[in-house]
T-cell receptor, first 112, second 114 residues
Framework: GQQVMQIPQYQHVQEGEDFTTYCNSS?????IQWYKQRPGGHPVFLIQ?????EVKKQKRLTFQFGEAKKNSSLHITATQTTDVGTYFC????????????FGKGTKLTVNP | EAGVAQSPRYKIIEKRQSVAFWCNPI?????LYWYQQILGQGPKLLIQ????????DSQLPKDRFSAERLKGVDSTLKIQPAKLEDSAVYLC????????????FGSGTRLTVV
C-alpha cells in the first residue's frame, strides 16, 4: 500500500533559526496536504499542493511539491516559539479514494 | 461554523472491556473519517464513510472494531473487547471535498486501556 515517509522525526532549533521537514511518497500523489498539531491538540490543516513543482507561501512558511509529485517540503524561516508542534504531510494517491495517508510527522521544538 | 464534535475527550478502561466514541461532523460534510493516532505516530485511517455508506474499512480490525454512521450524519466507533495496544487518540475528521479542502479534525478521544 501507499507509504508516506517524513524526515527528520525530531528537530530542535534555537528561536530565529530556519527549519525544514521533508516528505516522500512511495507512489505518485494527486495532491499533498500539510497539517500542524500542537502538543495535546489535534491536526490542523495548513495548506494543499496540487500542481507539479508548485510553491506556496504563508508568511514565514514555504511549501513545495516536487516535479514528480512524489515529494514535498515545508520550510519555516526564522522560527518562533509559536511554531512548536508536529508537522505532518498527508498524501492523496492519484485515482485513489478520497482519503489521505499521513506521514509520521516531524516534531519541532524551539528554544527561546 | 461549528467544528467537528467528539466525545468523550478521555476514557480509561480495562482490557477486554468495551468502549464507544461519538462524532458529529461539520454540517454538510458528506465524508467522515475515523483515524487512530498512537503516541508519536501519524494518524492512521480506520474507516471512511461517504454519507452513511462505508467507502474504505480495509485497516479496521473488524474482529474488535465496528463503526456506523446512521442517517449519514453522526458516527459511532466501538471497540469490543479492548486490548492494551488500542491505547491511542481516536480522531474523527470530515471534509467537504478532499480535492479542494483539507480535513477538519475533532479534538479526539484519548483512550487508555489498562
Amino acid at each position: 500500500g501507499q507509504q508516506v515517509m517524513q524526515i527528520p522525526q525530531y528537530q530542535h532549533v534555537q528561536e530565529g533559526e530556519d527549519f525544514t521537514t521533508y516528505c516522500n511518497s512511495s507512489t505518485t500523489l494527486s495532491n499533498i496536504q500539510w497539517y500542524k498539531q500542537r502538543p495535546g491538540g489535534h491536526p490542523v490543516f495548513l495548506i494543499q499542493l496540487v500542481k507539479s513543482g508548485e510553491v506556496k507561501k504563508q508568511k514565514r512558511l514555504t511549501f513545495q511539491f516536487g516535479e514528480a509529485k512524489k515529494n514535498s517540503s515545508l520550510h519555516i524561516t526564522a522560527t518562533q516559539t509559536t511554531d512548536v508542534g508536529t508537522y505532518f504531510c498527508a498524501g492523496r494517491t492519484q485515482g485513489g479514494s478520497e482519503k489521505l495517508v499521513f506521514g509520521k510527522g516531524t516534531k519541532l521544538t524551539v528554544n527561546p | 461554523e461549528a467544528g467537528v464534535a467528539q466525545s468523550p475527550r478521555y476514557k480509561i478502561i480495562e482490557k477486554r472491556q468495551s468502549v464507544a466514541f461519538w462524532c458529529n461532523p461539520i454540517s454538510g460534510h458528506a465524508t467522515l473519517y475515523w483515524y487512530q493516532q498512537i503516541l508519536g505516530q501519524g494518524p492512521k485511517l480506520l474507516i471512511q464513510f461517504q454519507n452513511n455508506g462505508v467507502v474504505d474499512d480495509s485497516q479496521l480490525p473488524k474482529d474488535r472494531f465496528s463503526a456506523e454512521r446512521l442517517k449519514g450524519v453522526d458516527s459511532t466507533l466501538k471497540i469490543q473487547p479492548a486490548k492494551l495496544e488500542d491505547s491511542a487518540v481516536y480522531l474523527c475528521a470530515s471534509s467537504l471535498d478532499l480535492r479542494l479542502y483539507g480535513y477538519t479534525f475533532g479534538s479526539g478521544t484519548r483512550l487508555t486501556v489498562v
